[in-house]
């Protein structure tokens, strides 16, 4: 059934981008109240997490934890934690990312770079700090009604973040730099990379409200795990086809980095058909849950069909 | 009452000797247990997680936290959960201290520093994966008697590792380098540095048992603030007196980086006046507890007594 709903092209879904808006500024805004205060010591470290987390972003996990928050008629206030929670990580993963031992990248989101506009030791630190902060959130607010179901969201939450989630996506990708690897391998750094945090962002949000039948939270699942592959192989296509300053990052460093990407080995068309294929599926299992899931949907249509 | 105790000299603890020895191997098996298998994808990162954490160290971390876990009759399975937990921060914050960024230091235990035997991007990325392990690790076990003691130590912990915490710690003790600073400067960036998680490990195993009085959890939390100082009181005597095979990491540096020390601004009588001081104050801080806290009182003697 949901294979056959029509998506609207972005530009007439004016509703959703009036949502989007809505959440990406309820986010930034709820991100400055919980990020330490810039005049608290030391000032310098809480300077740097601010930086690196606040004024810019997509905003696309927070979008999908209050998109899945709606199928679950989860409280905003509850969501907003874990949004920020996962925000925050996805920050301190940028922060590392960018430094000269990993990417070596000195433009994010129009800005310097954190090691760029701070120093080395200072983004590092700046990380590690937002990671414990992240997890500190987890466990200052009530999430979920039992704390039995509070204490399972943050452990998917942490398996996110480690070794088998987005940490071990970053050190397979530093591994296969230079390296002829197979889609299958592309895709296992993918799934871990990028798509495990977005995997959680859903999941989190489904969490924090009324408890779903073990299938239905597979098939959000499984959404999560679709849209995150997509995410990331339209990252690869925008970043062969538009430019530095669309992309407020470095355009086209993946290719300077001689990285596997899904457009240097499936090809430019091929890793488009992809994409919308990923899409249709990630719609597809969202069948079961009608209108609660409009959200949901229309968010894959904008990650599918994102220019930036 | 306390202040009279005897505290036998280190030799003739042959019992706490042993207890300590028992701890540290017992430590060294769950840890081996808890880190993700080096033959488990991605193994190159597995492997240097597994190199920054096994193998070595003092484990006074998890002495501390199963020395307060004998003070509320823990269960010594709830207790190894936590002290493996704030043992593997304190070997991702080693990993991360000894970048070229920080530290810039090739030994640590007697072996090459992590980045040396591996790479620096997979150093920084085994420091960051370590630390979403323990953060799982407090949420993939029952740790105390309810769910909602659980979330507490969770929120101490990881406000323990955080910009207020060790991270922040870090942050000023880098700051710090080549300044002018006063005693009080000094204290305050070590109660954060290596004080906040020296804290977390008596709370931590406190918690695991049965419920302290809130005085009497904040008299222990007094022992681990003085015990925690004390730490780094001698951890700078030694750095000045002591050399490179004995402690398993390079000897002088602080002096040679220009970094303020108690031995640096006090003088080297004077602050081993000060760590008799801490103990004292320590061990006065145990009045209460009676028997309970014979390990908690050894320990402090020990830290204060160590020749590495």
């Given at each position: 059934?949901?294979?056959?709903?029509?998506?609207?092209?972005?530009?007439?879904?004016s509703?959703?981008?009036?949502?989007?808006?809505?959440?990406?500024?309820?986010?930034?805004?709820?991100?400055?109240?919980l990020?330490?205060?810039?005049?608290?010591?030391?000032?310098?470290?809480?300077?740097?997490?601010?930086?690196?987390?606040?004024?810019g972003?997509k905003?696309?996990?927070?979008?999908?934890?209050?998109?899945?928050?709606?199928?679950?008629?989860?409280?905003?206030?509850?969501?907003?934690?874990?949004?920020?929670?996962?925000?925050?990580?996805?920050?301190?993963?940028?922060?590392?990312d960018?430094?000269?031992?990993?990417?070596?990248?000195?433009?994010?989101?129009?800005?310097?770079?954190?090691?760029?506009?701070?120093?080395?030791?200072?983004?590092?630190?700046?990380?590690?700090?937002l990671?414990?902060?992240?997890?500190?959130?987890?466990?200052?607010?009530?999430?979920?009604?039992?704390?039995?179901?509070?204490?399972?969201?943050q452990?998917?939450?942490?398996?996110?973040?480690?070794?088998?989630?987005?940490?071990g996506g970053q050190?397979?990708?530093?591994?296969?730099?230079?390296?002829?690897?197979t889609?299958?391998?592309?895709?296992?750094?993918?799934?871990?990379k990028?798509?495990?945090?977005?995997?959680?962002?859903?999941?989190?949000?489904?969490?924090?409200?009324?408890?779903?039948?073990?299938?239905?939270?597979?098939?959000?699942?499984?959404?999560?795990?679709?849209?995150?592959?997509?995410?990331?192989?339209?990252?690869?296509?925008?970043?062969?086809?538009?430019?530095?300053?669309?992309?407020?990052?470095?355009?086209?460093?993946?290719?300077?980095?001689?990285?596997?990407?899904?457009?240097?080995?499936?090809?430019l068309?091929?890793?488009?058909?992809?994409?919308?294929?990923?899409l249709?599926?990630?719609l597809?299992?969202?069948?079961?849950?009608?209108?609660?899931?409009?959200?949901?949907?229309?968010?894959?249509?904008?990650?599918?069909?994102r220019?930036?």
């Amino acid at each position: 059934m949901a294979a056959n709903l029509k998506i609207s092209p972005l530009s007439a879904m004016s509703d959703f981008q009036d949502w989007a808006r809505t959440v990406a500024l309820d986010m930034e805004r709820t991100l400055e109240i919980l990020l330490p205060a810039a005049n608290i010591a030391p000032i310098r470290l809480h300077d740097a997490m601010r930086y690196a987390t606040l004024g810019g972003g997509k905003r696309v996990r927070p979008m999908l934890a209050f998109a899945a928050g709606l199928v679950t008629q989860a409280d905003p206030e509850r969501v907003k934690i874990v949004a920020a929670a996962v925000e925050i990580i996805h920050a301190y993963s940028l922060a590392h990312d960018d430094l000269p031992c990993m990417d070596n990248d000195v433009l994010r989101r129009g800005k310097p770079t954190c090691h760029v506009e701070f120093d080395e030791a200072t983004a590092l630190l700046a990380g590690d700090a937002l990671q414990a902060l992240a997890f500190e959130l987890m466990a200052n607010y009530r999430l979920a009604d039992s704390s039995e179901t509070q204490i399972l969201m943050q452990q998917l939450f942490a398996r996110a973040c480690g070794s088998v989630g987005m940490a071990g996506g970053q050190a397979i990708d530093l591994a296969n730099v230079g390296k002829q690897i197979t889609l299958p391998e592309l895709e296992f750094m993918h799934i871990l990379k990028t798509g495990a945090l977005i995997r959680a962002a859903v999941r989190l949000g489904a969490y924090c409200g009324k408890p779903l039948r073990e299938a239905e939270m597979g098939q959000l699942d499984r959404y999560g795990k679709l849209v995150g592959l997509a995410f990331q192989v339209v990252d690869d296509i925008l970043d062969c086809e538009s430019n530095t300053e669309k992309l407020g990052k470095t355009a086209g460093k993946d290719q300077d980095a001689n990285k596997p990407t899904y457009v240097s080995l499936m090809g430019l068309m091929p890793a488009k058909q992809f994409a919308a294929e990923l899409l249709r599926d990630a719609l597809d299992a969202l069948g079961g849950f009608g209108e609660n899931a409009a959200r949901l949907r229309q968010l894959a249509a904008f990650i599918v069909q994102r220019q930036h």
